[in-house]
């Protein structure tokens, strides 16, 4: 349990002790009357003072939140017990039981709770003996719903069904297998149903419908010192404290469980974009190239952890640059860092990215912001995520057109409706009205092309643009972007691990391998004559026309924080020497424009 | 529109079913209508006048008949007749049914006025000093529960700083600033619980929309931080904000019954509580149905609502 839970288990485990603990604590009668000193003050008999009937108020405020406790508790623990039964029931014993037990208990949840609660207290009567059952009637459709889902999960699961085919019975497999995995919700369930019956508990009391005078709970003592208000405000405030402080312990407890049991509920708190603006090294931009990311650092959070170092790249006007690598080489960071659009957690820690001369990473969210999406723009792997569900792809393309440029929301939609028409879309009036959902992936991708394009941008970044895509599509997606980038003479960074995809689009290669560019060059000469092993290692693992089996890497890209040293890749490389686990090697330069991050590369020409 | 007929039957399946529990249940306990109406002053009624007034009111037919007889009775929007005092209960229910509506009308617009905004300004500045206070303030306002916080609202308002009247009740036609003086305390006592609910979910959705590709998608399109936030972040965040809200606002339409208690406002629940200890059939049987009515109308008000702000819930 993280610390912060120990605060509300605390409280709530104080509190459970106090109600326990009252009938020893040396306290006067709650209940024994005392008309000569109705509303007297504090003494030292009675530190809180005395009620309308001189009852000694701390006394009452203790017994009453016993109570008040006890009732909420034994209630839910009935709820839990029978609930847990039902929904063990309800999930495992075919549809019938699962009819009977869990589907009835949407009647329950018909009635506003409030409502059947009064309806059945003032039928059967007030008092304790009522108010239990039907404050464990209330919250069991909760215990059973969450019992029953949790047995639908676990029920799929392999390890279930194996012991089933061993024949062990099926109450044995019901308390050996789910009761653990569903015991964090039905904890959670517990403590919320708890501070949810205390609530009705004393609403009920207040109304004089709950726990019967002279016995204290702390709605009744709410409902009572109201008609003395005006005399003695204290009397009222004592017992409102006390329940909101104990409603507020089980809430708590409640909101730490669920963290707990929900690690989903916790994404770690990130700081965003506005920490990109941190001191960065300068430098004036070099004239001619569209895109520059110079020697580029980043890390995540203040750790030492660095999924991108170093890492340089130009793209000239209308050229096509392709960045390979696996996963995990900081190929995507490196395009999201030239969009400025680092997700948060991960912060430049050096380095300078140039478009068109303008340093991205020192400019302010506006200036940016006209810079996205108008003179660069980027196309993301997963289309069906990337759009927004419940906006009109037309209205999704002419947000982007009408951000840039000023036009009339029609004059936008007709642009929109050309440009479907552009990247191939059949029908595209039509289509314009459809939602993301309403279209196939190549479509979709189509229309994040479409998004892209729609401001004419100088560099377009397409991060793996067709993995998601099957083979025939992937190949109409390149064709369409290869046609864009000649008609538009748009410069484009193509990211992907796909070698054959680049191979014929490509002016460039940037290949990249743990963070670190390793080798760079013209496409043709890089794929006829790698220099560095690692490439190498992909195009022989690339599938193949000519019918030779690829061959794969072997091992896998070494973790963020645990790098070997010396050359990132000496631990899967087949040409490694000694020396190669020894010293970090350089980036060395053949000529401008060829590099090669490998220490043998002259032997190994 | 054939998830909306389905879901019509299966609402109007659900209302029969709940009025059906209720007929019966209310047969079931014990405390016969007819000595309990005949019996002024803790005398024994005459056992004569007692059956003479069950054959009257029809307590002496079988259950399941006197059930056929109700159930026609309204369908044809008849509810039968008050024990106690024999007016219509209709016109009982149109006269309380809309003091409860706009009660919690107002406290459903104070919410979405009061939680929405601040839901979405706490998750922008995730971890500020206004999420913090704010987020600190709704768990606050979740352990009070609303009695205690009418209660209170009237020792402070009232009896205090004499703001306001402690409680009661002025039609709107005949002194429309009384009216809503009235109302102000109700109104704000049920706000304070629906607001912290809505700010929590709206804050939490809020911030799960955020992580979302497309928002860094809308981001890379170069669309300006307000637009993203309203057309983004919150259309997309609203669904599981209506949801919450929809739950509400369905458990308020018997549970304003202790603030109307509090704050003496004559609604459908006060009627609901007298009725219900004067075992006058007829009428709980009404109101019940009512609200189960208007219970069950919310909820597809909320599928439907779902099918407006969410497109992919019209295919199925």
């Not at chain 1, 839970?5 to 009357?33: D, F, K, Q, R, Y």
């Not at chain 1, 992907?496 to 080798?519: K, Q």
């Not at chain 2, 029969?16 to 005949?38: C, E, H, K, M, N």
């Not at chain 2, 607001?195 to 955020?210: D, I, P």
Request: aromatic share 4%; with cysteine; glycine share 8%.
């Amino acid at each position: 349990m993280s610390r912060v839970a120990w605060i509300p288990a605390g409280s709530v485990a104080l509190l459970a002790l106090l109600a326990l603990a009252a009938p020893l604590l040396p306290l006067p009668n709650p209940v024994a009357i005392d008309v000569a000193h109705r509303l007297a003050g504090i003494s030292a008999l009675h530190p809180l003072g005395q009620d309308e009937y001189g009852r000694d108020e701390l006394s009452r405020l203790v017994c009453g939140t016993r109570v008040s406790l006890a009732v909420a508790v034994i209630a839910t623990g009935i709820a839990c017990a029978l609930g847990v039964l039902l929904g063990l029931v309800g999930g495992f014993l075919g549809r019938f039981a699962e009819l009977a037990t869990v589907r009835s208990m949407d009647v329950v949840l018909c009635f506003p709770p409030l409502l059947l609660a009064l309806l059945v207290v003032t039928l059967i009567g007030p008092g304790a003996s009522a108010l239990i059952p039907v404050l464990a009637l209330l919250y069991l459709p909760g215990f059973v719903r969450v019992v029953y889902a949790g047995v639908l999960s676990v029920r799929a699961q392999d390890y279930v069904e194996a012991m089933r085919a061993l024949g062990a019975r099926r109450a044995r497999i019901m308390f050996l297998t789910v009761l653990p995995n569903v015991g964090g919700p039905v904890l959670v369930q517990f403590s919320l149903a708890a501070a949810s019956a205390m609530v009705l508990e004393s609403g009920l009391s207040f109304l004089g419908l709950g726990v019967v005078p002279p016995s204290p709970s702390l709605g009744l003592m709410i409902g009572e010192a109201r008609s003395t208000m005006a005399q003695a405000p204290m009397l009222l405030l004592w017992p409102c404290l006390a329940l909101g402080l104990a409603i507020l312990a089980l809430n708590a407890l409640c909101d730490a469980l669920r963290d707990a049991f929900d690690p989903q509920g916790r994404a770690s708190p990130g700081r965003g974009w506005r920490a990109l603006r941190a001191a960065l090294p300068g430098g004036a931009p070099a004239p001619g190239p569209v895109l520059e990311v110079r020697e580029l650092t980043l890390q995540i959070g203040s750790a030492a952890a660095h999924p991108v170092r170093g890492v340089s790249l130009t793209v000239a006007p209308g050229e096509t640059l392709a960045v390979i690598g696996e996963s995990g080489s900081g190929k995507s960071l490196t395009g999201l860092a030239a969009m400025a659009l680092l997700p948060g957690g991960i912060e430049v820690d050096g380095g300078a990215v140039f478009l068109e001369g303008r340093e991205m990473l020192r400019l302010d969210e506006p200036a940016l912001r006209r810079l996205r999406g108008g003179r660069i723009a980027m196309v993301f792997q997963d289309p069906l995520s990337s759009l927004n569900p419940v906006h009109r792809i037309g209205a999704q393309i002419s947000e982007a057109l009408r951000a840039h440029q000023l036009l009339t929301r029609r004059a936008a939609w007709r642009k929109s409706v050309g440009l479907l028409r552009r990247v191939g879309i059949p029908d595209p009036e039509r289509r314009a009205r459809a939602f993301p959902h309403e279209l196939s992936g190549g479509m979709r991708q189509r229309v994040m092309i479409a998004i892209a394009i729609a401001n004419d941008p100088v560099l377009l970044i397409a991060d793996e643009p067709t993995t998601a895509l099957d083979a025939t599509v992937q190949a109409q997606i390149l064709e369409l972007l290869a046609e864009l980038r000649k008609e538009r003479r748009i410069a484009l960074v193509f990211i992907t691990h796909n070698l054959p995809v680049v191979a014929e689009i490509a002016d460039r290669v940037t290949v990249m391998y743990a963070g670190e560019v390793v080798e760079d060059g013209p496409a043709a000469e890089v794929f006829a004559a790698p220099l560095h092993p690692y490439t190498a290692a992909l195009l022989a693992s690339a599938p193949r026309d000519d019918g030779t089996s690829p061959v794969g890497i072997p091992g896998m890209v070494p973790m963020l924080h645990n790098r070997p040293p010396g050359c990132s890749f000496a631990p899967r490389c087949s040409r490694r020497a000694p020396s190669c686990e020894v010293a970090t090697p350089p980036l060395n330069t053949l000529r401008p424009d060829r590099h090669t991050r490998c220490l043998r590369w002259r032997e190994l020409a | 529109m054939a998830w909306l007929l389905h879901r019509v039957v299966v609402a109007i399946l659900l209302v029969w079913v709940v009025a059906s529990i209720v007929f019966l249940a209310i047969r079931l306990v014990p405390g016969d209508p007819a000595t309990l109406l005949l019996s002024q002053g803790g005398m024994a009624p005459d056992p004569g006048a007692v059956a003479a007034l069950r054959a009257q009111l029809g307590l002496d037919q079988p259950v399941w008949l006197q059930y056929l007889s109700v159930l026609k009775a309204a369908l044809h929007g008849n509810l039968g007749a008050s024990l106690e005092d024999g007016t219509p209960v209709v016109s009982a229910i149109l006269q309380r049914l809309p003091r409860t509506l706009e009660l919690i009308g107002a406290a459903a617009l104070i919410a979405i006025l009061a939680a929405l905004p601040a839901g979405l300004a706490a998750a922008t500045r995730r971890g500020g000093g206004f999420d913090r206070i704010a987020s600190l303030l709704a768990a606050i306002a979740l352990a009070i529960p609303v009695f205690v916080a009418g209660t209170l609202m009237v020792l402070v308002f009232a009896q205090w700083l004499r703001w306001v009247p402690a409680g009661g009740y002025v039609p709107l036609a005949q002194d429309p600033l009384r009216h809503l003086r009235l109302l102000a305390m109700p109104a704000l006592t049920i706000a304070l619980g629906l607001s912290a609910v809505t700010f929590r979910m709206t804050r939490a959705a809020a911030l799960e929309v955020a992580q979302k590709d497309y928002i860094r998608m809308a981001r890379a399109k170069g669309v300006a931080p307000p637009r993203i936030l309203l057309h983004h972040v919150l259309r997309n965040a609203l669904m599981p904000v209506v949801t919450v809200l929809g739950l509400q606002l369905g458990s308020l339409l018997g549970g304003t019954v202790l603030v109307e208690y509090v704050f003496n406002w004559p609604g459908l629940s006060g009627l609901l509580v007298d009725a219900v200890n004067a075992r006058d059939y007829p009428e709980v049987e009404g109101i019940v149905l009512v609200i189960s009515v208007l219970f069950v109308a919310l909820n597809l008000l909320m599928d439907i609502l779902y099918a407006v702000l969410d497109p992919r819930v019209r295919q199925r």
